[in-house]
């Protein structure tokens, strides 16, 4: 779903209910790729949802890349250290 922004939306519960680690996405004549995680930490929930419109996740078009990506798997693997440990 392309909304407002220049940004790219995915169903809310695909991104959260699935482990996934890969996003990929051909896009006017290019391929788009970015991780799960980096999608839900940057990402902005649509307003535009009810109950007849799924909740969609967006994406800016600027941000979906690998650029940092590892740094979000490191950073939730490290949350859930801490949150077990507490």
Not at 1 to 29: A, C, D, W
């Amino acid at each position: 779903m392309r909304l407002f922004h220049n940004s790219l939306g995915i169903n809310s519960q695909i991104l959260n209910g699935y482990t996934f680690k890969f996003i990929v996405i051909p896009f006017e004549n290019a391929i788009l790729k970015t991780t799960r995680k980096k999608w839900i930490s940057e990402g902005v929930v649509s307003p535009y949802s009810d109950i007849h419109v799924d909740q969609q996740v967006l994406l800016s078009l600027e941000k979906i890349n690998m650029e940092d990506a590892e740094k979000y798997e490191r950073e939730i693997e490290q949350l859930t250290l801490f949150k077990d440990a507490i």
